[in-house]
Every structure is written in structure tokens, then in C-alpha cells.
């Protein structure tokens, strides 16, 4: 991610879907997880918005404050916005906070 390698981005993504599925099993990988998603987001385009915006929504693994930290960096003007907006205004008070941040740092770009 911090090489700017755009061709591996939907290579990313494939991985990092097959490492959330793995980690119900196995939580020692959450961290890898977690830091396939931050690469993505360094890497930007579709494939990253499209993956942080679904890990955001996804009540079943722990990954949706890491997801909504990566809309902040990604800051889209379209899924990724709404969902910060959505998550803002939602009952879980530290994903809102979360997402108000990503929110201010998207505004200061």
C-alpha cells in the first residue's frame, strides 16, 4: 500500500476477504486483517471504498472501526461518505465518534 501499487489492489481485496472469513476461526490473524485494510486504503480506488464500506456495515467481525478509519483516509465522496454518515448518526457511540473524525479529516483534505 505505502508503494502506490495500484494493479494489487483487487489482489488485496480478494486476500483480505479470504483473512476475514479465516479469522472466525483463527484471531491471532485479525491483526493482518486490519492492516491488509490499511494498505488498501493508502492504495485508494473502488475496490478499497467498496471493501471498507462493507467491512463498516459488517456486525459479525470486529473490523468496522478499522473499515471506518479507512473511509477517513479514503475519503469517497459517495459510498464512503454515506456510510460515514450513516455510522455517525448511528447508536454505537464509539463507531459515530469514529466516523465524525474520518469525517473531519475528509473535509480538511
Known amino acids: ?5 495500484q494493479a494489487s489492489g483487487a489482489e488485496m481485496v480478494i486476500a483480505l476477504r479470504r483473512i476475514v ?3 472466525e476461526a483463527d484471531l491471532a490473524i485479525e491483526g493482518v486483517a486490519i492492516a491488509t485494510l490499511r494498505a488498501l486504503a493508502r492504495l485508494g480506488g473502488a475496490d478499497a471504498v467498496e471493501v471498507a464500506v462493507a467491512l463498516a456495515a459488517d456486525t459479525r467481525h470486529p473490523f468496522r472501526a478499522a473499515a471506518i478509519d479507512a473511509l477517513g483516509v479514503l475519503c ?8 460515514l454518515q450513516k455510522t ?22
Open 88 to 109: 455517525a448518526s448511528g447508536p454505537d457511540a464509539l463507531l459515530a465518534r469514529a466516523a465524525e473524525r474520518a469525517e473531519k479529516r475528509c473535509t480538511q483534505k
Open 21 to 23: 472469513a479465516e479469522s
Open 1 to 5: 500500500g505505502e508503494l502506490g501499487g
Open 76 to 83: 469517497d465522496p459517495g459510498a464512503g461518505q454515506a456510510t
